[in-house]
Structure formats: C-alpha cells, structure tokens
C-alpha cells in the first residue's frame, strides 16, 4: 500500500448539521484511505454515519452541512473545492450508486436518455457514439437485450434491471472509484446475489475501486478485500476483510458477527441481539460509544474514548480488545 | 379509437376537448362572416329581439338592435386572444422564475420569494390605471396589465413544486453524475413541473376572461363598440329578466371554454406522464 499514492485519503473528516441545540455529529473524525483499484466495505448500524461518510467522499453531503477535516482524491482536497471541480469529478472519477433505484432514476426520461446524459455531462460526443456506448454498457452490466430497454422507461424495469442500469449510469464516464451505497438492500437476495456478483466481475474487467457502504456483514465479506466497521460516527475497527471477521478485536464487531442469522442454528433458537440501542447523534458521552452496551466495559471506557491503534492486521478502537487476553 | 393518428392525445375525452376548442376558435376567427351583418351595424327594426331566423339574427339583439351572433363571436375572439396571450407570458415568466428560485434555494429563493411578495401585494387595480393613464387604453395595455400580476402565482406555485423536487434522490442521482445545474433544471425539474403547472394554467385561461371583464366593466378593459367576453356578459346581467339571451349567448361560449380547457389540461397531465403512457 505504501508503495501507490493512494487513490482517496480521509484525514479527520467530521460531518455535523446545525440543529436547534448546538450540532448534530453525524461523522466524528474519520481516517480511511484506499488505493486505486482496491475495495473497501464499510459496516454499520442506521445512523453510525456511514451514508454521510460515503456522501462526504464525493462531495455530496446536504447544503448546510458542515465539513470538517480533509478529503483528498488524488492529492486534491474536496472539502470546500469549487462547486465547479466538483461537478467535474463527480461521474467521471467518483461514481455513485444510490441505495433505491426506484427513486434514484428520474420517472420521466428513458433509460438511454439518463445514460447518454451521464456520458454528455463530461464529453462531448455525438449522439450516435453516445448511444452506442450506453448500449454497451448496458450490454456490460448484463441487462439482457439492451436496445430494447434503452427506449423504456424506468417503471417498466424490474427492480434488479432497475439497479443494473444505476449502476451502468454511475460507470458511464469510467470514474476510477465507485461508491455504493446499500446497493442491495433495497433488492430481494436473488437478485442481491446477482447484483453483488455483478460488481466483482466489473472490478475485475474495469479495475475501478470500489467503496461498498452496507449493514450486512455477509455483503461486504464477500466482495471487499478490507472493511471498517463504524459506531457512532467513528471507526472503531478496521482491516483486511478475512481477520476482521474472522477474529474480530473489537467488541462491537465481535457482537455485529454473532448477530448474523445462521441457517445451522436449530430452529427453536433465538436470534443473537446486541443489547441497548446505539447513542443519539446529538448526545455523545465522553467515553467509547459503545460502553453502555459492552459487556466487557470497564469505568476507562465510560471515561476516556479509545483511539484507533493500528496492530498488525488492522487497528481498534478498544482499551480492552478481543483476543490480547482478560478475554 | 381505431385509426386515429399517434401524436393525438389517446384518452377520447381529451380529443373531444382539443375538438371543441378548435371549432370555438374557428367559428371565433370566420364565424362573423357567415353573417349578413357586422358587429356595429344596427338593425332599428329589430330591438332587443329574441333569438330565432328572422333578420338573420341567430343569437338575437342587444337594446341597440346590434346582431348578438356577431359579437359574441368577437368577443370571445378578443378574450380568447387575450387570455392566451396573458396565460402564455405568465407561463414563461412564472416557471422560469420559480424554477430557478426554488432550484437556487437558500438566499437567492428568499430574495425572489419577496419580490413575489411585495409585487402581491401592491393593490392591483391601482396598478392598471397607472398603465392605462401611462401607456393609453388598449387591448395590449390590458394584457401587459394581466400578464404583469398573471406570472406571480405561477411563480409560486412552481417554487414550491421544484423545492419538494429537489429533494428527491433521482436529482441527486444526476448531480452524483456529474450533470451540470442547468441540464438538471431543464432535463429534470421542469418536465416534472407540467402536471401542476398545465392544471393551473387552464385555471388561469377563465381566471384572465374574468378579470379581463371586470377591468373592461370599470371602463378600464375592452370599450364599446368592441365587444369582449366580459362586457357583453356585464350588459346581459343588466337584460337578464327580459332577455336572457343576452347573458346566455356570451356565458355559454365562456362556459364551454372552461370546460374544454380543464379537460385538456388534465388529459395533456396524464399525456405527459410516461407512467401512464
């Protein structure tokens, strides 16, 4: 990883939204970065500020939201770039796939229309190689006869061709990153497993890096070679996918693991919970986030908040990890 | 409808609508010809008379012995005229101004909004007289005077509609692409704007008919002998108890007009939606 520049870096990035009394943290200072043509999934309960993350990342966060700390693409920071700069990076070099293809494609414009736009936003090309390209795409994402579905509309789609053609409009300018962002949850698991199995081969044909944002462990585990887990607007553990799941260090993951159904499990059994339910945004206490549902809290944790300390397969966020002994 | 042609609207009330309105404004355009007389001739013989062939009055006379056939045709050419004209500038004005205020959001939507606001406020008639007294009494006058004012609830109902647009995830889609701000407001926002603003601006064809009267019954709008929807309407009001045909003919026309034109806006609604297509 040393060796390559990387592709984007995250320094300190914090993002809040003004609210009645004082801010709204959603992310808390984050450090991640990712080489080109890595892949990165990033775990987390509703509202541990992984959506925000991902947003921030291509400069996309709300209209009064306020940034904090660095998010460099290529050296170039993009907290408080131009809108401009932006505009021209978004689609061409950062990619965004959006969680609910229903709502994510404009209702009135046909597919080919939508794809072509993407396409024309950052070159300007003939409407025939225009067309010819989408086609390709398309072709591409295995939507299966694509002349026909570039003259369709979007509510005339199945939700798994809906998501295929996100997909293909976030590629259509060839970014070098690509973030998704719960792409499958909003899809039944056959045609998850589809769309899943879709962005491996894409990666592999096209090289692109990848930043899958999801809750499902199992998502992330299969198609991404590392993976940060956050709580609370914090990472609190990350590292290559297989250690991190395997042998997780920090208590959250450990109980995210344990939480996932398994089809082994006798019938009669009941599903594995996390006790409590993650802090509001609004009130954050001194300590670890996750205290007040850690069974392995001490009084430091509720007093003092642990530092990300990288070890050799990764780093945590934990005064007393998993597997350093006491546990 | 079995070998209709493919650019027709395909609901059959609104191809009756479009077919209604197009023989109004036919019959509005050549119908006067068809008629031995003129809409300032007067027959001294014929006062005040009942609808029927004699003297080839079809619609009947005014008090002055004026064929009633002719000017309600004319004037519903002058109002028609006028209300398209006046609906037609309120709805380039009115959508290129809120879409762009509740696109930009922010400071620059409070800015315009206020605008909105104080020109709202500014006591309408008054308004009028200034442009007659300044720019002379003329239909022109009278549709600047309309148009004017028309656009400011367009304005706002459009902002409105492109604020709640914005927010929803298919334009974040197209900025998360990299679409430029203008391409989204005129690919996205405004094709999304027809519903709304097609049923509102054939609220706003009958709603200028009636202001149009009311200015022209003030000595503001269309004078005698020129004829308008509005004044000969005011005239027959004056006539309704002993000839109604005066009040009928005009309202009859405006009524019919009305509702050709709701019909086709909401038909053109359903038209343009490609959901229902």
């Not at chain 2, 509005?230 to 006539?239: F, K, P, V």
């Not at chain 2, 005066?246 to 806006?265: H, N, R, Y």
């Not at chain 2, 038209?271 to 297509?277: A, I, Q």
């Amino acid at each position: 990883m040393a060796a390559e520049a990387p592709l984007i870096e995250l320094r300190g990035l914090a993002v809040r939204f003004p609210a009645a009394a004082g801010t709204v943290t959603a992310v808390a200072g984050v450090d991640l970065e990712l080489a080109p043509g890595a892949s990165l999934g990033i775990v987390g309960e509703s509202g541990s500020g992984k959506t925000q993350l991902a947003l921030a990342m291509a400069g996309l966060t709300a209209p009064g939201a306020l940034l904090g700390g660095s998010v460099r693409y290529r050296g170039e920071e993009l907290v408080g770039a131009a809108p401009g700069r932006l505009r021209q990076l978004r689609g061409a070099r950062i990619g965004f796939v959006f969680q609910d293809p229903q709502a994510a494609l404009a209702p009135h414009l046909t597919v080919g229309t939508q794809l072509t736009e993407a396409l024309r936003a950052h070159e300007r090309l003939p409407r025939a190689v225009a067309r010819a390209r989408s086609l390709e795409m398309l072709a591409r994402v295995q939507v299966p006869d694509p002349a026909m579905r570039l003259a369709q509309y979007p509510h005339q789609l199945s939700g798994g061709l809906r998501q295929r053609v996100l997909i293909a409009i976030a590629l259509m300018a060839g970014p070098e990153l690509v973030i998704a962002d719960e792409p499958t949850t909003a899809l039944d698991v056959t045609v998850e497993a589809g769309i899943l199995a879709l962005f491996a081969s894409l990666r592999e044909a096209l090289g692109m890096a990848l930043v899958l944002i999801s809750h499902d462990l199992a998502v992330v585990g299969g198609l991404c070679e590392s993976i940060a887990v956050m709580y609370a607007g914090r990472v609190v553990e990350s590292g290559a996918t297989r250690a991190v799941l395997t042998a997780p260090r920090h208590p959250y993951t450990h109980a995210l693991a344990a939480a996932v159904p398994r089809l082994e499990a006798p019938p009669a059994a009941r599903l594995v919970t996390i006790p409590g339910a993650p802090p509001e945004p609004g009130s954050r206490a001194p300590g670890c986030a996750f205290a007040p549902r850690c069974p392995r809290a001490v009084a430091r944790c509720t007093a003092e908040r642990p530092e990300l300390v990288p070890l050799a397969t990764g780093a945590v966020a934990c005064h007393l990890p998993l597997g350093t002994g006491g546990g | 409808m079995a070998g209709a042609p493919a650019w027709l609207p395909p609901a059959r009330a609104t191809r009756v609508a479009l077919g209604v309105l197009g023989a109004i404004a036919l019959l509005a355009v050549a119908g006067p010809f068809a008629s031995p007389w003129r809409g300032d001739e007067l027959d001294w013989a014929r006062l005040a008379m009942s609808p029927g062939l004699d003297g080839r009055h079809w619609f009947g006379t005014d008090r002055l012995g004026r064929d009633l056939y002719v000017r309600t045709l004319e004037g519903v050419r002058v109002s028609l005229a006028i209300a398209l004209a006046a609906t037609l500038v309120s709805l380039v004005i009115g959508v290129a101004y809120g879409a762009i205020a509740g696109f930009a959001g922010g400071r620059l939507e409070a800015l315009m909004m206020r605008v909105v606001d104080v020109l709202y406020s500014l006591p309408y008639v008054f308004f009028v007289i200034l442009l007659t007294v300044s720019l002379g009494r003329s239909p022109a006058t009278l549709f600047l005077a309309i148009g004017a004012v028309g656009w400011l609830t367009m304005a706002r109902v459009v902002c409105s509609q492109t604020e709640s647009l914005r927010q929803r995830e298919f334009i974040e889609a197209a900025t998360a692409a990299g679409v430029p701000a203008r391409a989204i407001l005129l690919r996205h926002v405004i094709p999304n704007l027809a519903g709304p603003v097609l049923v509102y601006a054939t609220l706003t064809v009958p709603g200028v008919i009636l202001i149009e009267s009311f200015l022209s019954f003030l000595g503001l709008g269309v004078q005698e002998p020129a004829a308008s929807l509005g004044n000969l309407m005011a005239q027959g009001t004056a006539e309704m108890e002993s000839a109604p045909w005066m009040l009928l003919a005009p309202c009859g026309f405006l009524v019919a007009i009305v509702l050709a034109l709701g019909t086709l806006g909401d038909g053109l609604r359903d038209w343009l939606d490609p959901r229902g297509r």
